[in-house]
């Protein structure tokens, strides 16, 4: 029913697989957890509380649902597949069930599947139903006395007596022009995810700029401007200009033109003041315009999905610096990979951000960005509260820099901080993709 309502509801779908996954058809389950995949738009959770429904749908956990599906039917390569990706959109500690079913998975065993909590079902408020139904306060108004003979008129505007009808001139139509980009309609209402989405309403006229391969579209609205998912527009039909008739041709003059008076001007500068020479035929002058190089748009997956507007070939410095900027991040303290052949390629030079930029695509790119790792030099002990312990030789994944000295990173699901000297940064070339 909820899918029939609405066919992007990502949770009614990841539902409906789990019930599929329960009756042992796993292809019908693989088949939702897709969609409901698909149905996430590239976010790494959905929160569903506005709706009326405490649950947060995670990325990563459609995904391992999906795996195990795979798992179920035998097909170990694809479940394997699907875990590497979801590693890419694990989001918090708890999260770590990914790690356990990748494990799982290249032993060719099977691990639990997830389920929404029971007793979790769409309530929504009160207050936000409570007028939904159209009501009628003023009711329809009645004609009680007019000049009019046999007036049948009910409405608001007030009534006036019969003029004679006069001949106007007529009005061409008018033409829905746009300085940029076509013209479109939106057809449902949108609410923004974040800053770089737009609010629109259904109905509203927006003019497009850009449609990306990512089913969204940068439109202009109320001179501003964000993301609208493609499927929410519809293109308008331009209306036809129509030519006015040329203008009356004026009469020739009657008069002679008075004769031109010779400018005598000897040596090199004596065309100076003249276009070119008679009998010659006039130079056209070529004015060269540089064309404006077109933004690029890159997709970052951090604490958060965002898209940031970058110069084309941004270098792998700027780039840190725009992500530093955007989440108000001190330091960047922080890897960045970006895909190819379904495997996370981290980015540790300006070679390797040019070869992120030749897997753009009409000037997207999609790049991953986590915390970086460091390892511990030496054990360290202390009975303050709030300090992360830990041994030499530990992986410690940073999650902040408290100043210059003080770090703040996980150790083995504890949270604290601790002496930056304590440990050394590793070296991207040696994480292996499930750990960046």
């Known amino acids: 029913m909820s899918i029939c309502k609405d066919e992007h509801l990502a949770v009614a779908f990841y539902q409906r697989g789990i019930t599929f996954f329960k009756t042992e058809n796993y292809e019908e389950a693989i088949r939702d957890f897709k969609e409901a995949f698909h149905q996430l738009r590239g976010n790494l959770l959905i929160d569903y509380h506005q709706l009326g429904l405490r649950y947060k749908l995670f990325a990563c956990e459609v995904l391992h649902n999906q795996a195990l599906a795979h798992a179920q039917l035998q097909t170990w390569t694809e479940a394997e597949e699907v875990l590497k990706n979801a590693l890419g959109f694990k989001t918090e500690p708890k999260h770590n069930f990914v790690d356990e079913a990748l494990g799982a998975v290249r032993n060719q065993k099977l691990f639990e599947l997830l389920q929404l909590p029971r007793g979790q079902l769409f309530r929504p408020k009160k207050n936000k139903v409570a007028e939904l139904e159209k009501q009628d306060f003023l009711g329809e108004a009645k004609v009680v006395a007019s000049i009019v003979d046999n007036d ?35 057809l449902f209402n949108f609410i923004p995810k974040n800053e770089q989405e737009l609010r629109v309403q259904s109905g509203n006229i927006v ?27 519809e293109q308008l039909e331009p209306a036809k200009e129509q030519k006015s008739p040329p203008p009356q041709i004026p009469a020739p003059p009657t008069t002679v033109a008075p004769e031109k008076t010779s400018l005598k001007v000897t040596g090199e500068n004596q065309f100076a003041g003249r276009s070119h020479q008679p009998g010659e035929p006039a130079r056209k002058v070529q004015h060269t315009e540089q064309p404006i190089p077109k933004p690029s748009i890159v997709k970052v997956h951090f604490k958060y999905t965002v898209v940031l507007r970058v110069k084309p070939g941004i270098t792998h410095i700027e780039l840190q610096a725009a992500i530093c900027k955007k989440f108000k991040l001190t330091e960047c303290i922080f890897g960045l990979s970006y895909k190819a052949s379904d495997e996370l390629i981290p980015i540790t030079s300006e070679t390797k951000m040019k070869s992120a930029w030749s897997q753009s695509n009409n000037g997207r790119l999609t790049i991953w960005c986590k915390y970086l790792k460091v390892m511990a030099l030496y054990d360290y002990e202390t009975s303050e509260p709030g300090d992360l312990l830990f041994q030499e030789g530990d992986i410690i994944h940073v999650l902040a820099q408290v100043n210059q000295d003080w770090l703040e990173g996980q150790c083995k699901e504890n949270i604290g901080i601790f002496p930056s000297i304590f440990v050394k940064q590793l070296n991207m070339d040696n994480i292996s993709d499930a750990n960046i």
């Not at 449609?211 to 929410?232: C, E, I, R």
């Open 152 to 186: 049948e008129f009910s409405g608001f505007a007030p009534l006036q007596p019969l003029v004679p009808e006069t001949v106007s001139k007529t009005k061409p139509p008018e033409i829905l022009k746009s300085l940029q980009g076509e013209l479109y309609r939106v």
């Open 207 to 233: 003019s497009v700029l850009e449609k990306g391969d990512d089913s969204w579209a940068t439109v202009m609205f109320n001179n501003k401007f964000g993301l609208v998912p493609s499927n929410y527009l």
